[in-house]
Nanobody
Framework: QVQLVESGGGLVQAGGSLRLSCAAS????????MGWFRQGPGKEREFVTA??????????YYADSVKGRFTITRDNAKKTVYLQMNSLKPKDTAIYYC????????????????????WGQGTQVTVSS
């Protein structure tokens, strides 16, 4: 069983930055695929970014809407994944969820929430204009 706990959300003005953290339990954290999704008011949960496990090193993927502004990183020693969000926009307002997947993911499948195994409780990010 894996438990995920997000932190770092809050209220920020447009153009500002926030860093979200997701602390994970589990003995094999370094083998997990880790990702961030978000869900805005009245919207479906959408893929934001993922860092996918591979023996040659993790690869990162981003939704087009956040590419160049958001960065996902992980610290395996701390069992934590981070989401650095820069140049925030009001449309980034959402609840942000950390997710972990133990199975293999591809660029076609990582965007599907149903294929991720574990979820955090979410942290609210509000960007004011």
């Amino acid at each position: 069983q894996v438990q995920l706990v997000e932190s770092g959300g809050g209220l920020v003005q447009a153009g500002g930055s926030l860093r979200l953290s997701c602390a994970a339990s589990g003995r094999t954290f370094s083998n997990y695929n880790m990702g961030w999704f978000r869900q805005g008011p009245g919207k479906e949960r959408e893929f934001v970014t993922a860092i996918v496990f591979s023996w040659s090193g993790g690869s990162t993927y981003y939704a087009d809407s956040v590419k160049g502004r958001f960065t996902i990183t992980r610290d395996n020693a701390k069992k934590t994944v981070y989401l650095q969000m820069n140049s925030l926009k009001p449309k980034d307002t959402a609840i942000y969820y950390c997710a972990a997947a133990t199975s293999r993911l591809t660029t076609a499948t990582m965007t599907r929430p149903s294929l991720w195994d574990y979820w955090g409780q979410g942290t609210q990010v509000t960007v004011s204009s």
